[in-house]
């Protein structure tokens, strides 16, 4: 068995794989728009990154294999109605690539995307792991509606048949190495745990439980949420090759207040990425916050327009390579910069600033006002106050609400309190008063009052 080395992204959910292939080359699979992490890996194992292998055109993130191919040499392999726009191997159901000891074979598997392979890697002919992509994940399988809504069924169906004739005859003690993984929207795990084995997955996979393909495909289909809208981009710019990122991509450009103020009033978007404490005691009027974490990308893209130019405000010891590194690896690219100074600077220059208060989710029963729920509907389902509004985040970014507010002070709550303050964000610029955010969710308050959440 070749050392395997997985390469996670904790916001957007992913694994990619490095593989060692013992002649000091390596085999990348499903690498994201970024290869530093990859590179500084093989660097450690002095490795050469020979091959990027791709499963599918991925809706969540840009593909990293057309930056390693272009500044490291690397031959992309990927499956053959991808028709991918740039230099690549493409493979079809049965193909083999000989990399030198050790063989990648592709096995068709659609059902999470129409072209969808998984690749058997084998050693003299012996299976020793599959790369499944989303075609079998911990304990379930990736959403197959990404393609296109009118495919989400015969996708669903082709799934089914990915698995039980093409996954589930190989064998048991076979580890499984999938690409979507715990917090990604491409699907929603069971646990924490990335990789499994087809035997693990015969016995506890509800999906495998199913006694027919029709149960399995209304069970799929019952357990789809909503997903960013920015996932029905990223598999057209996959096909056509991320652009390149040049060398000073990390960089964000400093910009005075005066430059700052123009695009405010100009209407342009400003994203406020301290934390929401900090926004809550100041912030510039119109900012949407989000929160610099692992999650950011996820809501930049679920809530802002990636063709309009972003200006940012951060904080001085905040991370401005990671807000970068996952703004382009959703492909957001138009980065103008950040206000030089901070919102002290903004401050100390008398331009105008707002606040939005914290409450204590223990405290809510003080508070007058309904309680607006921003958590996904499967949240809100598990456990919510009793008499409160639910409404997705992702809702709330439109021109319309999909449920009217009721009058009076709104206090805003998801499970800890960066979604909630996004969402009053979004509220306050659209001009509602009286907004509050609540610092926890449901589980704080009801462990701190004792009283019972109301289930759906």
Not at 21 to 29: N, S
Not at 137 to 143: E, K, M, S, Y
């Amino acid at each position: 068995m070749p050392p395997i080395h997985p390469v996670v992204d904790e916001g957007l959910g992913n694994s990619a794989y490095v593989v060692e292939l013992g002649d000091g080359r390596a085999l990348l699979v499903d690498p994201a728009r970024d290869p530093t992490p990859y590179l500084e890996l093989a660097r450690w194992r002095q490795l050469r990154i020979a091959y990027a292998a791709e499963t599918h055109l991925h809706a969540d993130f840009l593909t990293g294999s057309r930056e390693l191919a272009a500044t490291d040499g690397a031959q992309v392999l990927a499956p053959r109605t991808s028709r991918l726009g740039f230099s690549h191997r493409g493979l079809e159901d049965g193909d083999e690539a000989d990399l030198g000891g050790l063989t990648l074979r592709a096995l068709a598997t659609p059902g999470h995307a129409p072209e969808h392979v998984s690749y058997l890697l084998l050693d003299a002919g012996r299976p020793q792991a599959l790369f499944s992509g989303g075609a079998l994940l911990v304990g379930t399988v990736a959403r197959t509606d990404l393609a296109s809504p009118g495919l989400t069924e015969p996708l669903a169906r082709a799934a089914y048949r990915s698995l039980h004739q093409r996954l589930l005859p190989l064998p048991d003690q076979l580890v499984v190495y999938p690409t979507h993984g715990a917090g990604s929207f491409c699907s929603a795990p069971v646990d924490g745990e990335r990789t499994t084995t087809i035997g693990a997955e015969r016995r506890h996979n509800r999906l495998l439980a199913a006694p027919d393909e029709d149960a399995f495909v209304a069970e799929l289909l019952a357990g789809f949420g909503s997903y960013p809208p920015y996932f029905l981009r990223l598999r057209g710019r996959n096909r056509v090759g991320p652009e390149l990122l040049g060398r000073d991509w990390r960089v964000l450009p400093l910009l005075s207040t005066d430059r700052v103020r123009d695009h405010v009033v100009g209407g342009g978007v400003l994203v406020d990425a301290r934390p929401i404490g900090a926004f809550a005691a100041g912030h510039i009027p119109g900012a949407l916050s989000i929160e610099l974490r692992p999650q950011f990308a996820s809501w930049l893209g679920w809530l802002v327009d990636d063709t309009k130019p972003l200006v940012f405000v951060l904080d001085e010891d905040q991370d401005r390579g990671e807000l970068t590194r996952q703004c382009r690896t959703i492909g957001y690219d138009h980065l103008l910069g950040e206000l030089t100074g901070g919102m002290a600077a903004w401050q100390a220059a008398g331009l105008p600033q707002t606040q939005i208060p914290l409450v204590q989710a223990e405290r809510l029963d003080d508070q007058a006002g309904v309680v607006l729920d921003v958590r996904q509907a499967s949240e809100v389902a598990n456990g919510h106050l009793p008499g409160a509004v639910a409404i997705e985040l992702g809702a709330l970014a439109g021109d319309q609400l999909p449920a009217p507010l009721p009058a009076g002070p709104v206090i805003v709550m998801c499970g800890h309190g960066e979604r909630a303050m996004t969402a009053a964000s979004l509220l306050a610029r659209a001009g509602h008063k009286d907004l509050r955010v609540a610092i926890g969710g449901p589980a704080d308050w009801r462990r701190t009052t004792g009283q019972a959440l109301t289930r759906t």
